[in-house]
């Protein structure tokens, strides 16, 4: 009896318990726990042999099968439940049981009207928000705050402005009543708040003298940078500080920043300093104002230039000298040209004629001539041309002869020395050009001079310009023709207050 009682004692001391090794880092048995919760768990052996997976299951459910360390998101109905948390290896298989409780889910009773959860807002925003109970309590306060910032007490239905830097933030919307608090979180993403474009105190116009310009923004601490020759603003650009003098035909731009703002959109004036008078014009002159306004403009290729040439007119408000201008767009191939046209009106005798007209031409423009011309049909039913332009070809402003018979045409061009070449034209602004030509009796015209932005050129010339062709007796015509450069290509013109004098 003896012998066989030391050998149950050996067996007992020779045998090595078996351990599951399994380590459970959250939760803990006996927890309270809202769904979902998080199962965290390691092993490294399962019952003594090396472990090859892990798992969990809820009281007798399927096992959710893991590696041999994992953290998984586990959901449960609300109550008393048994979270398996489990491993397995070769013929081997062991688990730890938890006891766990799952609370019902907590319904905030605060209501926020604004922002809403996910929402993007520029800084400051408005939060909007209320609530009549806290934690089912009656609420005394509420209050918000960022991320984990200090909380700011408001009442229990209020409107307030919040202020956030740029970026991912959490937004604590919280309520407190008798030995209670609660909250609502909601994900919002800051951006930058865009800085007001500048306005000016004078609008874009023709001034007879120099003017002062002030430049503001509706952004508080908003710095204003501009430019005066029509190139784009940056902050690296003139820093405002005061009225700014024009005392020349300008291009005032400006953009506008402030801390924790993008930059503002570029505002852009253009500012018209005519300080000559022009051409004499007497006061019982006719003049006929906004040609280019008119209806029924005719819009065709002219045959005498090359390749071809599609046009269009629209009526627009920007940019403008006097709240409306026309917009001419010329597509061409081959240096074609398109001619502009309209009737404006009706008189055999006058022999006085100035062409008058505001021209802005865009960056991207390309052509080779601007023609500004006016025809008149006089008592002898023959036409009289006072042709002109701007030349790209020659450099020089340009006027018409007939070098044939007045029934036996020959349109010419003449050179004069006055220098002119659209393509030097300045961008983006507008420029004023004016025309002066009369006529005698037996169909000689003489030009007198242009004038480019107030400043005089001579002409003085005259030539034999009348033509019969058989149009309608005292006819008046404005012309307006753009020409191409190249192979192809476009030109945006707009033309403000075309006007013609005549007496």
Not at 100 to 129: E, K, Q, R, W
Request: proline letters at 4%; charged letters at 10%; glycine letters at 8%.
């Amino acid at each position: 009896m003896r012998k066989l009682l030391f050998a149950a004692m050996a067996l007992v001391a020779c045998t090595t318990p078996i351990t599951h090794a399994i380590t459970v880092s959250t939760p803990s048995n006996g927890a309270q726990v809202t769904s979902p919760f998080t199962v965290s768990a390691s092993t490294t052996t399962c019952a003594g042999v090396p472990a090859v997976s892990m798992g969990y299951s809820i009281d007798s459910g399927t096992a959710v099968i893991e590696p041999t360390s994992f953290s998984a998101k586990v959901t449960a109905a609300a109550g008393v439940h048994v979270l398996h948390v489990k491993c397995w290896g070769q013929n081997a298989h062991a688990e730890v049981l938890l006891n766990i409780t799952v609370l019902a889910a907590h319904v905030s009773d605060i209501t926020v009207v604004t922002p809403s959860n996910g929402a993007t807002v520029t800084s400051p925003f408005t939060l909007t928000a209320s609530t009549r109970t806290c934690a089912s309590k009656p609420a005394v306060s509420m209050g918000y705050s960022i991320d984990s910032g200090t909380a700011v007490i408001e009442p229990t239905s209020f409107t307030a402005s919040v202020s956030a830097s740029a970026g991912a933030h959490v937004l604590h919307v919280k309520c407190w009543g008798e030995g209670v608090g609660d909250q609502k979180l909601l994900n919002i993403n800051v951006v930058q708040a865009t800085t007001a474009t500048p306005s000016f105190s004078l609008p874009s116009g023709i001034y007879t003298n120099s003017q002062a310009v002030s430049i503001s923004s509706s952004t508080v601490g908003a710095k204003i940078y501009y430019t005066v020759d029509g190139s784009a603003p940056t902050t690296a650009s003139l820093l405002y500080t005061g009225p700014i003098s024009i005392s020349k035909t300008t291009v005032l731009s400006a953009i506008a920043a402030a801390w924790g703002c993008t930059k503002s959109g570029v505002a852009s004036a253009s500012y018209t300093i005519s300080t000559t008078k022009g051409p004499q014009i007497p006061s019982y002159a006719i003049v006929q104002q906004q040609i280019d306004l008119l209806p029924n403009w005719r819009i065709k290729h002219d045959p005498a230039t090359p390749g071809t040439a599609t046009g269009s007119m629209t009526v627009v408000s920007d940019p403008t000298l006097t709240g409306q201008s026309v917009k001419y767009y010329t597509a061409f191939t081959n240096a074609g040209g398109i001619l502009y046209s309209n009737t404006y009106g009706h008189d055999t005798d006058s022999k006085n004629f100035v062409y008058d007209v505001h021209v802005w031409l865009t960056a991207d423009s390309v052509l080779s001539n601007l023609e500004m011309d006016g025809n008149q049909v006089t008592r002898n039913g023959n036409t009289i041309i006072y042709g002109f332009q701007c030349s790209g070809y020659s450099g020089v402003w340009e006027y018409t002869e007939n070098a044939g018979t007045r029934e036996q045409t020959k349109a010419h061009w003449l050179k004069s020395a006055a220098l002119c070449n659209p393509a030097k034209w300045t961008r983006n602004t507008w420029h004023h050009i004016q025309i002066s030509a009369s006529r005698d009796d037996s169909g000689n015209v003489t030009y007198h001079s242009v004038w480019f932005d107030g400043v005089e050129q001579p002409i003085n010339r005259t030539v034999m310009s009348e033509f019969s062709l058989g149009w309608a007796l005292g006819a008046l015509v404005a012309n307006f023709q753009v020409d191409g450069l190249g192979a192809s290509g476009s030109a945006t013109i707009y033309v403000d207050n075309l006007k013609m004098s005549r007496w």
